[in-house]
């Protein structure tokens, strides 16, 4: 079967609709994390946590390894107890509750196929322990094993399936007992990069379509953007920052989130003056004489020092001094240049020393270069790419 | 939907099977082992502080709660004042220590190098090499104690071909010597040296002999530094395996070695068997389970290191 | 590194010589016509139907093959029980000391152990009247009780290698602990608990010094009637036993490899 196929035809048949609940302040989450905690003899690996998830919500725990994304996963999933907090999912308190009476299930990063078994009895092992009816099983799973293209290896020993193969085993696995919350363990990381982009697009649809809350933990903010409806970053323990992936990505709250994700370039600053009311506050930039304006509600005292964080591809290079309101300009030498083909990434080096990195669409068909080493150019974005962090 | 498994009763009450299972399982094994292991050694220092009386069971018990006893315990210590005073004791301890100290060592120099070759031969030859050490394992060790019989007999076959080959005009005393219970206990444990060995160097990271060599170790030197106390943990295990259990040896003892080869196994056995004296050889059991402790307890720390 | 490496293979060699060279002996001299170790008379078979017709030893040998088999079973039973409370079933109180009890039997001196279990079997006839009389089963109990130790030692090396989320998924679907054990955890350590039955066998059918202790009137095993008929000295019959014994070790031993190389080919590991 064509793996082009295979995508289109999983495609929803539910036409798309947008929810937003984390906004909505009657809407009860599904799962309610508060204060959780969990200590390792003299590791903390898990500090006081709270996070909320929505019903029907696609969520992503990202952070690097060590972060303690997989320890709470693993509370969720009823395999580490607390040592401190809840977890409350659907309104039922889960504190000693063992693995196998939660409503729960987990897809496993090393896939965690019983070898032993064909994939059938794989698939059926849960309903079995839930002492469901022969027929009922039969057919349930059938059911499942094509909705997940599995339909003709039923009856396969897994050392005969590939990498990925093994995989839709556990999800389905994992899918056929409807649990309220399906937990997924680094899904794409061991799928080469065709794979995991088909992966990709299967489990949001399937997840649009079952309409099943899913709880991914991932190091790779590529996966995380691209998944989930929400995110929150984590880092030793605690959670940094939560939000959509568009708010991550453009209003990060402080260096360690902004840095997270793709490349963003930090300028220093001296506040000149800031307005909390009207969320204006100006500045200038990094003791060059550049005024610039941004908006932030915090307040800050004049003569503060602030870091601004602008991403490479809000900035504009041009060879003239640009003209328009709320712009921040500055001007530099082209330093190095690297040319992909669909984009050209500079770094340029502006008057106060720093190196910026600047990602431009190559918009026009040119067999010369548009900008050399050496170049005198100007820079230039909208003061509303200006993000003010303050740590 | 499946709602029955989904709805949990509140509260929430772990199922009385799971804590049956559990208990079952981590009960069952340990109270066998405190009734039949740990047990018994309290029944032993018990009875070494009986006397010997003509009855069954021949000593006297603990407690005599009749009227008529002056004393209502009845211990003594004749049985460990004996064990000191009477030279033959301690005699068979040391030399017990000593003989199986010294047999550990030849274990060592003959099985490591031997482990060593096995974790270095390809995969099918290392599996052959592996079965063929297993094998005489495997196969009852008191014929194996028997062959050396034949084989060290003033008749035996070492002596016949020595003599045919004009070595020797009389036969040597083999058997019955100390000599021949040395190569008894290393032709018996060799197996116990080799395997806990193989299994550390197999698991040896050969990339680390590599580095030393790159950064100007010669073959010695990246053996004495780098192999040699990375196979420390096998060495401990196998010495152990050998040289505890060689301590208290029975058999090869009494079938290859001679009346001053004194053995502690040998003479507790005796002492039970032949003199039907069981409280002393109580007393002889306890003080050597004394000084097997420490090294025992240096086995179980070793094998929870593994964990 | 060729000094090295010569040094090695010579020490293979000699060590291999060191360890077969008694073996072979022995079973050439099975053949021996003669009664004389040392002198070969010819080619015979005397004593193995010397063998065949001693009643003795047939049942001694049919007595120790009945109490292998069944502290095999049962030392595997329990051996593999202790495996799992070590390895599975997290923490409780006493944990410690168990790890301690289950390691000892590997290097604790036999006479201890046969001396200290006959005095437990005494000390238990005059508290609770069992056992009556010791024999077949007691000698069973005691050979259950050293050989758990090994079957539990090699059922842990193997859980503690185990990929762990293999059970935590059957647990995550749904398995209550029980169920998880018979369905995941015993088919996959099946093969250690088959190696520790194996080895269970063996040390039960070996054991001389145990069985002297925690055996009875009429209850002889086969090491008990061997090592009573050489400690008289070399007699050739014993010759031919050992032959026997070892033969049909080895044979087990070549097949069992064998099909343990097939099986791993076929799985497509190792």
């Known amino acids: ?391 | 939907m499946n709602k029955a498994r989904q709805t949990i009763k509140k509260p929430y009450r772990q199922p009385l099977g799971d804590k049956i299972w559990r208990n079952f399982v981590i009960g069952v094994p340990y109270l066998w082992l405190l009734l039949f292991f740990l047990a018994p050694f309290a029944i032993v220092l018990k009875i070494s502080f009986a006397t010997p009386i003509v009855a069954l069971p021949p000593f006297t018990p603990l407690l005599d709660l009749s009227a008529n006893a002056g004393h209502w315990l009845l211990a003594t210590w004749d049985n460990y004042r004996f064990l000191t005073e009477d030279n033959l004791y301690w005699i068979s301890y040391f030399k017990s220590i000593k003989i199986a100290a010294i047999s550990t060592f030849i274990c060592l120099l003959i099985g490591y190098p031997m482990a060593y070759g096995i974790a270095r031969a390809t995969a099918t030859t290392r599996n052959i090499l592996l079965m063929l050490v297993i094998l005489p394992f495997w196969t009852s060790f008191l014929l194996r104690v028997y062959a050396w019989m034949g084989l060290l007999g003033k008749n035996g076959i070492v002596n016949s071909l020595l003599v045919d080959l004009g070595l020797i005009d009389i036969p040597l005393q083999m058997l019955y010597t100390d000599i021949a219970v040395y190569l008894g206990i290393v032709y018996t444990y060799i197996p116990f040296m080799i395997l806990p060995l193989y299994a550390t160097l197999e698991k040896m990271d050969t990339s680390l002999h590599d580095a030393a060599a790159d950064l100007g170790a010669k073959p010695w030197q990246t053996f004495i530094d780098v192999t040699l106390p990375l196979s420390k943990p096998g060495i401990i295990a196998g010495s152990l395996l050998v040289f505890i259990p060689a301590i208290g040896e029975y058999v090869i003892p009494a079938l290859l070695g001679g009346i001053d080869s004194l053995m502690i196994g040998r003479t507790l056995y005796d002492e039970f068997f032949v003199n039907r004296d069981w409280p002393l050889a109580a007393a002889v059991a306890t003080l050597l389970l004394i000084i097997v402790v420490i090294p025992i307890m240096l086995f179980q720390r070793s094998q929870q290191e593994k964990e | ?270």
């Open chain 3, 1 to 270: 590194m060729q000094t090295s490496s010569r040094l090695v293979f010579s020490a293979l060699c000699f060590g291999f010589a060191f360890l077969y060279i008694p073996i072979l002996v022995l079973i050439v001299f099975s053949f021996n016509q003669s009664a004389i170790a040392s002198v070969w008379g010819g080619f015979s078979l005397r004593w193995y139907t010397a063998l065949f017709n001693n009643q003795q030893i047939i049942d001694a040998a049919l007595l120790s093959l009945k109490i292998a088999a069944t502290s095999a079973t049962f030392a595997t039973i329990l051996g593999t029980m202790a495996g799992l409370a070590l390895t599975q079933m997290g923490r409780y109180p006493g944990r410690l000391v168990f790890t301690g009890i289950i390691a000892a039997p590997l290097v604790m001196p036999e006479v201890i152990t046969g001396l200290s279990l006959l005095l437990m079997f005494v000390s238990l006839q005059e508290l609770i009247g069992w056992p009556v009389s010791r024999g077949a089963s007691t000698i069973t109990i005691a050979h259950i009780t050293f050989s758990m130790a090994y079957v539990a030692v090699i059922v842990q090396s193997r859980l503690s290698s185990m990929d762990q989320s293999l059970q935590e998924a059957a647990m995550d679907l749904g398995g209550r602990p029980a169920q998880v054990a018979f369905d995941i955890t015993l088919p996959l350590i099946a093969p250690s608990m088959l190696s520790g039955w194996l080895l269970a066998f063996t040390l039960s059918l070996d054991d001389l010094v145990i069985a002297s202790f925690t055996s009875g009137a009429g209850a002889s095993t086969l090491p008990m009637v061997i090592f009573s008929k050489i400690k008289l000295g070399v007699t050739p019959d014993i010759n031919a036993l050992a032959t026997l014994i070892i033969g049909s070790v080895s044979i087990g031993i070549i097949i069992a490899s064998w099909i343990m190389f097939r099986h791993d080919k076929r799985s497509g590991t190792g």
């Open chain 1, 1 to 391: 079967m064509n793996r082009e196929d295979g995508i289109t035809a999983q495609r929803s048949t539910k036409p798309y609709v947008a929810t937003t609940p984390w906004l909505d302040p009657k809407a009860v989450p599904f799962i309610q994390i508060k204060g959780l905690s969990k200590q390792f003899d003299k590791f903390k690996a898990v500090d006081d946590v709270d996070l909320d998830i929505y019903k029907g919500e696609l969520f992503t725990i990202l952070g690097g390894s060590g972060c303690g994304k997989s320890t709470l996963l693993r509370m969720l999933a009823g395999f580490e107890e607390p040592s401190a907090g809840q977890i409350i999912i659907d309104g039922v308190d889960m504190a000693n509750i063992p693995a196998y009476d939660r409503p729960i299930n987990m897809m496993f990063q090393s896939y965690a196929v019983f070898p032993h078994m064909t994939v059938e009895q794989n698939v059926g092992y849960g309903l079995k322990k839930d002492n469901r009816p022969k027929a009922e099983i039969a057919t349930r799973v059938k059911e499942m094993l094509d909705l997940v293209q599995l339909g003709d290896l039923a009856t396969r020993k897994p050392h005969h399936l590939s990498g990925g193969q093994r995989q839709r085993v556990a999800l389905a696995r994992a899918l056929i007992k409807q649990p309220k919350v399906l937990l997924l363990d680094e899904p794409l990381a061991a799928l080469d990069k065709k794979l995991r982009e088909q992966t990709q697009f299967e489990l949001i649809n399937l997840q649009y379509e079952l309409g099943i809350t899913f709880v991914v933990v991932t190091h790779d903010q590529e996966e995380a953007m691209t998944l989930s409806d929400r995110l929150a970053v984590m880092n030793a323990g605690r959670f940094i920052q939560t939000g959509t992936p568009t708010q991550v990505y453009e209003s990060p709250i402080n260096r360690f989130v902004a840095d997270f994700f793709g490349t963003i370039n930090f300028f220093n600053a001296t506040v000149i003056s800031s307005d909390p009311v009207a969320k204006r506050l100006s500045a200038e930039l990094e003791k060059t004489g550049t005024k610039l304006d941004a908006n932030s509600e915090a307040a800050f005292a004049g003569g503060t020092e602030v870091t601004i964080a602008v991403r490479p591809e809000k900035i504009i290079i041009s060879q003239q001094r640009p003209e328009g309101d709320h712009l921040t300009i500055t001007k530099g030498t082209v330093e190095d240049l690297a040319y992909y083909g669909n984009r050209s990434l500079y770094r340029i080096r502006s008057q106060s020393g720093r190196v910026i990195q600047v990602s431009a669409q190559n918009y026009q068909r040119s067999e010369a270069l548009t900008l050399e080493w050496d170049d005198e150019v100007f820079l230039s974005w909208d003061s509303s790419c200006n993000v003010v962090l303050s740590e």
